[in-house]
């Protein structure tokens, strides 16, 4: 072990600015080594808080190390590593260096001990991934990177209020465990669950993420929700409200996702769902439940970076992202194909792949708490994702109908980063052991039951079914649904333009009425003063006088009469 | 399984593509689902509530909270689908009129 520690994040923003200024031929070198650096330095952390440094008489605890911080910075540098992997010749430096600082600010986030390091680090995320949407480059990812970021900063803001709240009124600037029973703390809760895309607040994911470059919404899919779930787990574990809004967080998801035409919104509406499992678990709280929630954020994050590589491989390679523009790919992109399935079905814990060994826990956790309403939902709610993401995205992208598309399989980089990711989807898997070792809390827990299995195949295969036979139902249309954001899309734009129509209407109204009174008024007040007007002539001394004269009479003749 | 076309120029009809090939697939869906079904006669089941106990439930239950939510979503989508031009033609109209 170390005796000093230095913080793992500051090795991949190190990695990032070298990425700037090295020669192309030192780039892909970067690339791949400042991820397991930050990997290995992540694994040379003790537990407990390692540095700590006073700043306007706070102590700031940039570097604190428990399991389920390491778990989480485990899971982004890893993820780190395949996205640079993944656009390793493709994606332009700017992008991955900027992808790189958003990894940084998550694993950054992962080890903050204090709130102010805590929120320094947040908003990093919030500057680079935004970023990383611009370098989508279209039209449409400048605009989707306008809105993200205003959420994020309007998000950053209200956490920064509840973050002084509680410095002011505890004292305390620790990351620790928050009681919501007052202003503060509730405003802390909601700005971190607007960054985990939680209702109502749960627009600006799918409207921004898919804009990306395909490389770019790699990068994306992963960190700054499952910051936002880490961030739960520390500061709210056990808040009952958080077992609703994952609930509702899950099937909105899904309703969203059946109804959408663009694959990798698909996928984006589906990380929505996915941690809205998560969310759902950390309100549950018992050990078994945050295990769950840190062991399928785990999970969540390489099947969805793998489904997400998947769906960038397609795009890469037609330049489309249509449902109704692909089909028949598993003609010309075999490889592709095998790993989008192996990431459809981790999504959807079929057994043997990761989100099974994962995702039951937070079912089991329900059911040990006798949450009967929580159970039955988070089970409609894992045949719902087989449903929207566990079929339909490889079924339309890959299957379905031919549209002709012959496209091969993506360069060799591309390959490989989605076959490191699958095969590590069916290890972890297969072997749960690996990822239960990591968990916070002791693991008491046997996903490998036979009643466990002929359960969860019973569920899962027969909403396969329930897709085929209502296929006809689910023909995708060239629509976009609308969304809460619709309010700040076209309600305040709108609103916004009546605002200055009424504006400019009264406007016009006072300079008529200004013209037709107001200015000859003005005018003849002007001419009294001007230099010959009535008030502005110079009067003879002699007239002068005889007024004063006048006036002193008056006031004599007055003052007799009082 | 909703048969995909054939184009008129193509060479081969993939394997996955051909109706008799697909009409198998479906025998070896039904099958497994059956099996999966039966299985649960071979394995202990104990039920968390009440109704999870059943035989067949997960079967059943899978199946059938699918379909509502696709019939769900599909009543939903009456409200809330838009054209795919929707935001953006409405963002060029404002900057015709910020032109004008």
Known sequence: MLELAFPPAFILILGALLIAVARPGMRPVLVLAAPLLTLWAIWQLPDGVLMTVGFLGYPIELVEASPVRRLFATAFAIMAFAGGLFGLRQAKWQETAASYAYAAGAVGVSFAGDLITFFLFWEFMALFSTVVIWCGGTDAARRAGVRYALMHLVGGVILKIGIEGVMIHTGSIDVRPLVLDNFDTWVVLIGVLINAAAPPISAWLADAYPEGSPFGSVFLTAFTTKTAVLALILLFPGAQVLIWIGLYMVFYGIIYALLENDMRRILAYSIVNQVGFMVCAVGIGTQMAINGAAAHAFAHIIYKALLMMSAGAVLYQTGKRKCTDLGGLYQSMPITTLCGIVGALAISAFPFTSGFISKSMISQAAADQQMVWVWYLLTAASAGVFLHAGIKFPWFVFFQKDSGLRPADPPWNMRAAMILFAVACIAIGCFPGLLYSLLPYPVDYQPYTGEHLVSQFQLLLFAGLAFFVMLPAMQRTLTISLDLDWTYRMLLPRLAGWVERIWVALMELIDTRWQRSGRPLVERLTRWSEPGGALARTSPIGSMALWVTVILVLVVALAQRG | ?100
């Open chain 2, 1 to 100: 399984m909703s048969a995909p076309d054939q184009p008129a120029n193509a060479p081969a009809t993939p394997w996955l593509s051909r109706p008799a090939n697909i009409r198998r697939l479906w025998w070896a869906f039904a099958a497994i689902l059956l099996a999966s079904v039966l299985a649960q006669a071979l394995v202990h089941m104990h039920a968390y509530f009440d109704f999870d106990g059943w035989f067949g439930f997960n079967a059943a239950f899978g199946f059938l909270s699918c379909v509502g939510m696709v019939l769900f979503a599909k009543a939903l989508g009456f409200f809330l689908k838009r054209r795919e031009d929707y935001y953006s033609a409405a963002a060029e109209a404002k900057e015709r009129r910020d032109d004008a």
